[in-house]
């Protein structure tokens, strides 16, 4: 690819010419343009591999040339000979970037004279990719503009970078009906120009991983209609062994009207499931994959890759189910003199070799296949006219077998049913198999020419003409042939005999009331003879060869639907250990691995012969398959995303929810264990895939349902009033980076988890371009960090001057509804006697504005500090810039590239995008990645051991409750929501309260019955009566001392020299401010010790934070005080609330 601005080799020459564009040009203009005062150079980014060349002479107007100074040998000029033509050639495979301006009176282009105007522009734009061939066919016109001297093409949108519409910018990569093409970038087209050339904030795109990749090569693929992919293959399937040697049993059963009916219910379900299969094939393009891709693509991978896996094992041993059936049909022709050894072994031999031929007819090809899938359909349809041309040919010798031709009083007497041994479900749940197979063709998808027009027409069409030929087969048969023959042509009625007999057989003089009494006797008719259809027909011979031709049709589709479907299971990796199977040969991609692991399961299953028991399972398996299809239309009709736009509307939701009922309810009609073995697998299949929770987003209709549900109850939920029953922590936590401050995160995350909003704010500072799209990215990649290590909160970054206003900017907007944060948690300040006071001002000043915004504030301090992004060994803070500049000033494979950026940016994959993998990881959670020639210090160990330790299950210990001011309940709350968990269930709450040393007793009585009416179990009360006690002198001395550096005092200098320190530097401490809060400073120090004598041993701390009114107690002395406070402690929870009640004991 051709980079002049960022090719070493030329980036010493074309720097001087970085600006020439700033800068009038020297000397006479020419009066028009030339080929060598191109204004700018152009780049032509490869969009996918493999561009064709084109040698014809139009190729000259589409080729831009760089300027000589900032040619680089090195990289072979791509871009230029892929030309897709002017006016009919094929699509371009790039697309043009302005990567440097260039002065007009430079050294000249190679260009040819014979293009003229060739990459000339005016001076902010560029030849969009479209601009190269025109859509319509046409000349384009060109227009010279002599106030620019540029060229540039009247056709709309040509003259510019920004692109008209086109179906190839919203192709997926890898789309096998044309190249994907990428539109520019809104910060192309928006932002301004670095010195590079590029729009600031971006780079060059590299090209799209899969697109090059996976860029399907549609030469010599085969692709099949609708007729011959879907129709066919449907019909096939759907008629199968029952159509010949069942359908009349079923009527002699049920009779004409309840076959019907029964055919009548199949294909109502069948339909209703054609028309949800309809609207999700065209909702979008369709790929390989089947039923498992519709279902998967609406449902998610969840739903997809449980039915995808036992479908596609269905078609793997309904492949053995049918070939038995063949073989059956062979062995009983050969029954009567050829048997080769025994019935059981003929039928696995024949079995056996019957499914070598298919595998070899499957492994031949698609076309190969299809070619015998037409064959067998024209010798099923002349087996199917071959019986109704017989049905019109009433022979005398098969009147004894109980044939005589269409009558009337035939038709009647078999109207009604007759059921022996069985009932109506039985009949029809051996009926109901026949009318599968509906998605035959929509398992092969990835091979049709036009999924979205050949599924709906095929499948639906299929239905009709099955339902029409089974509707005809029930009723034919019903008409002209009695229930009960004898076969003997000897049982025939005498005349005086006549009056006493009612069946319909003796108006035709025969009499078979035999038969009732004694069933072994009649061998004919319909309910005794599965073979009448093959005794009615015109040529007995070609039934036959129509069962042949209906089992084997229906186990070739079997065979080559099971690959199809496994090989897009196995592409998804929903399952990574089935990986192998994934691999595709040739041009058409065939699943040759998933072919012979089929012949392998359908092979075992014919050696077994028994399929009695596994029959009712597979049809279980296919109806699963159905009733999820209808209840994703289903699903994503009421998830209402706009994404749902099927072009199909011939549905409707709730038809399609009855569908999906109605299956269900004919799996446990068909074989109620059988059902219920099937769900079994589908949910363990659904929990496993849940679990291992698959790297994939197809933008299913499931995530579409969770945030319609989402969007309507945080609506639902702005229009109820708040209930002190129903407060709720929601902290809005300024962690910086989430995994910066791991012990703040791990501890808030222990009480908010299940029961609060928690929303790690982080304000970035510092930047003199903010580059929000870095920061979009960043709120991507953190977010999915969050959901890495289980911790269930937001991550919301905002770009601020300082951290006042950012802190400003997210206690207003941070939050949705009343999913908005109600306390602010901050880490305490270790360091703030170390750096700018500025900082120090600014830190009291959020604690200030959490309450004038109405939040409870609450600080977290541990005495080895919370910080360890240092440990980690990356400047979370370095700008894109800085990154941009290591990138572009050494080349991406140096060792030098190496060292710089990946050693300091370890978030950065290869291909860009940010790393899921957690710096903190579950059970072994460090922020540091230890390397052994690097050993941490001792301090640096301690802050790291500190900061895990609340990611362990703490022992039996306490949490102390220093309670001395009524806030509301939040100090009393948070460690109540604490030992509820499951890390903290061993410790036990102790409380401390102020009080006078003579109302002691009465005062522990008093916190008693109010914590027993808030339902707060305790272990121990403490009333502290010494809490105004004065402190002992060293540790005033020591305070003093601490606060001599910020000190103001006004008595030692002019009163307007103070004033003016005290402007320039808020946060000093007057003489006045310390001497009229001397009781309040002496108090935290005098807390400070009873701390250490009551809690020293305590797992954590939680206490009210001491106030400081706004605007007379400067930062220095607040943050003294909480310094004091809190030192020298275990970890110590700061806690006031907003002084409204968070708890109640009203019910």
Same mark, same amino acid.
């Given at each position: ?82 030309? /897709? ?11 043009? #970037? ?25 001076? @902010? ?157 065209? =909702? ?32 793997? %041993? ?161 008409? !002209? ?24 057989? !003796? ?271 960043? &709120? ?80 977290? #301090? ?11 060994? &990356? @400047? ?7 990154? #941009? ?7 991406? =494979? ?12 370890? @978030? ?18 460090? /922020? ?5 020639? %690097? ?18 299950? &703490? ?99 002019? &009163? ?29 120090? #005098? ?61």
């Amino acid at each position: 690819m051709s980079a002049p601005s960022s090719t070493p080799s030329a980036s010493a020459e074309s720097a001087a010419t970085d600006y020439d564009f700033l800068t009038p040009d020297a000397g006479p203009k020419p009066p028009g343009p030339t080929p060598s005062q191109s204004r700018f150079q152009v780049d032509i980014v490869a969009e996918a591999a493999g561009a064709t060349e084109d040698k014809s002479p139009s190729s000259d107007a589409s080729t831009t040339v760089p300027s000589s100074d900032a040619a680089t040998p090195a990289a072979p000029p791509q871009g230029p000979d892929a030309n /897709p033509g002017v006016g009919g050639g094929e699509e371009a495979k790039g697309r043009f #970037r302005v990567v440097n301006f260039a002065d007009p009176s430079e050294a000249e282009s190679p260009a040819s004279p014979e293009a003229p105007g060739e990459g000339l522009q005016n001076g @902010d734009t560029v030849m969009s990719e479209s601009s190269l061939h025109s859509s319509t066919g046409g000349q384009h016109h060109y227009h010279y503009d002599t106030h620019t001297h540029t060229y540039y093409m009247r056709t709309f949108g040509h003259n510019t970078i920004d692109a008209v519409p086109n179906i190839d910018f919203y192709r997926q990569t890898a789309a096998p009906l044309g190249d994907k093409l990428i539109r520019p970038t809104l910060s192309e087209l928006h932002d301004e120009l670095d010195k590079d050339g590029f729009a600031n904030g971006d780079e060059l795109t590299t090209p799209e991983e899969a697109a090059a990749k996976e860029a399907a090569d549609s030469k010599g693929v085969v692709k099949f209609g609708w007729v011959k992919g879907v129709l066919v293959r449907c019909m096939l399937n759907i008629w199968g062994v029952m159509l010949f040697i069942r359908m009349s049993w079923i009527v002699g059963q049920a009779g004409i009207a309840l076959a019907c009916l029964i055919v009548g219910m199949a294909t109502v379900v069948t339909t209703i499931t054609g028309l949800s299969t309809s609207a999700i094939a065209t =909702n979008g393009f369709v790929r390989g994959g089947g039923a498992y891709y519709l279902i998967s693509r609406s449902l998610g991978p969840e739903f997809g890759g449980s039915i995808g896996l036992i479908f596609a094992f269905a078609n793997a %041993v309904a492949v053995a189910m049918y070939v038995v059936g063949f073989a059956e049909t062979v062995v009983g022709l050969l029954a009567v003199n050829a048997l080769m050894t025994d019935e059981l072994n003929d039928i696995r031999i024949i079995g056996t070799i019957t499914v070598i031929l298919l595998l070899g007819i499957s492994l031949a090809g698609m076309e190969w296949e299809a070619k015998a899938q037409i064959f067998l359909l024209i010798v099923l349809i002349a087996a199917i006219i071959n019986y109704f041309i017989g049905t019109f040919i009433p022979l005398k010798s098969k009147e004894s077998m109980g044939y005589f031709g269409y009558d009337g009083t035939i038709m009647w007497e078999n109207m009604g049913p007759d059921f022996r041994d069985e009932t109506f479900f039985s009949v029809f749940a051996i009926f109901f198999p026949a009318a599968t197979g509906i998605l035959a063709g929509a398992n092969i998808s990835g091979d049709l020419a036009d999924p979205q027009l050949a599924i709906p027409r095929g499948t639906l069409l299929a239905i009709l003409i099955t339902g029409i030929v089974y509707l005809g087969v029930a009723v034919s048969t019903g008409s !002209c042939i009695v229930r009960d023959a004898s076969g003997n042509v000897n049982d025939t009625v005498s005349s005086q005999f006549m009056m006493n007999c009612t069946d319909a057989a !003796c108006k035709f003089g025969y009499d078979f009331s035999t038969c009732r009494s004694d069933k072994d006797s009649c061998q004919y008719g319909l309910q005794n003879d599965f073979n009448v259809m093959s005794m009615v027909s015109g040529f007995g011979p070609i039934i036959t060869a129509g069962i042949f031709s209906a089992t084997l049709s229906s186990a070739l589709a079997s065979l080559v639907s099971a690959p199809k479907v496994f090989q897009a299971l196995c592409k998804d990796n929903i399952y990574p250990g089935l990986g192998m199977f994934a691999k595709g040969y040739g041009k058409n991609n065939e699943p040759l691995r998933g072919y012979i692991l089929t012949f392998g399961i359908a092979l075992a299953f014919i050696l077994i012969a028994q399929l009695n028991v596994i029959a009712p399972i597979i049809s279980n398996f296919f109806l699963a398959s159905y009733a999820l299809i209808n209840f994703s239309v289903f699903h994503a009709s009421l998830a209402n995303s706009p994404g749902w736009r099927p072009s199909f509307k011939y549905y409707n939701m709730w038809v399609s929810l009855a569908g999906a009922i109605l299956c269900c309810v004919v799996m446990f009609v068909i074989n109620w264990w059988a059902a219920l073995m099937t769900n079994v697998i589908v949910l363990g299949l659904f929990i496993y895939v849940s679990y291992k929770k698959p790297d994939v987003n197809w933008g299913s209709s499931t995530q579409a349902l969770t945030y319609h549900q989402a969007l309507t109850h945080t609506l639902h939920l702005s229009g109820v009033e708040d209930h002190i029953k129903n407060f709720r922590p929601q902290c809005l936590v300024m962690t910086g980076y989430p995994n910066s401050r791991p012990a703040l995160l791990d501890l808030v995350h222990s009480f908010t988890k299940n029961v609060g909003l928690m929303i790690c704010g982080h304000i970035r500072t510092g930047y003199r371009r903010p580059n929000f799209k870095e920061l979009a990215t960043d &709120q991507a990649r953190y977010q999915r960090w969050l959901l890495k290590n289980e911790t269930k909160a937001f991550y919301s970054p905002v770009f601020a001057e300082d951290m006042r206003q950012g802190a400003q900017y997210l206690l207003q907007a941070a939050g949705l509804g009343r999913l908005k944060p109600n306390t602010l948690v901050l880490g305490f300040k270790n360091d703030w006697r170390d750096g700018d006071m500025m900082n120090v001002e600014t830190y009291i000043s959020m604690i200030h504005e959490s309450f004038d915004f109405q939040f409870g504030a609450v600080i977290l #301090r541990l005495k080895e500090g919370l910080d360890v992004s240092h440990i980690q060994g &990356q @400047d979370r803070e370095m700008s894109f810039v800085s990154r #941009r500049h290591i990138k572009s000033t050494f080349h991406p =494979n140096s060792l030098l590239f190496s060292l710089l950026f990946v050693s300091r940016f370890p @978030d950065d994959d290869e291909d860009g995008k940010a790393t899921t993998q957690p710096l903190l990881k579950k059970g072994r959670r460090s /922020p540091f990645i230890k390397s052994p020639t %690097v050993p941490l210090n001792v301090s640096d160990q301690r802050l790291l051991e500190a900061s895990q330790q609340f990611q362990k299950k &703490q022992g039996k210990g306490t949490v102390d409750v220093w309670w001395l001011f009524d806030d509301g309940g939040l100090t009393l709350l948070i460690p109540y929501l604490l030992t509820n968990k499951k890390r903290w269930k061993d410790c036990k709450i102790r409380v401390f309260i102020g009080g006078k040393i003579n109302r002691i007793d009465h005062d522990r009585r008093a916190m008693a019955t109010l914590l027993s009416k808030f339902r707060i179990d305790f272990s121990d009360i403490t009333v502290l009566g010494d809490i105004n006690t004065k402190p002992k002198k060293e540790h005033v001395s020591a305070f003093e001392e601490m606060i001599e550096p910020y000190r103001l005092k006004e008595d030692d200098m002019e &009163q307007e020299a103070a004033e003016k320190l005290k402007d320039s530097e808020p946060w000093r401490i007057t003489d006045n401010e310390l001497e009229l809060y001397r009781a309040k400073t002496n108090r935290q120090i #005098r807390l400070n010790e009873l701390l250490k004598e009551h809690s020293s041993t305590a797992n954590l701390i939680v206490m009210s934070l001491p106030l400081a009114r706004k605007g007379a107690v400067s930062s220095a002395m607040y943050m003294a005080w909480l310094e004091v406070l809190s030192k020298d402690l275990p970890p110590i929870l700061l806690v006031r609330g907003n002084h409204q009640s968070v708890l109640t004991f009203y019910s």
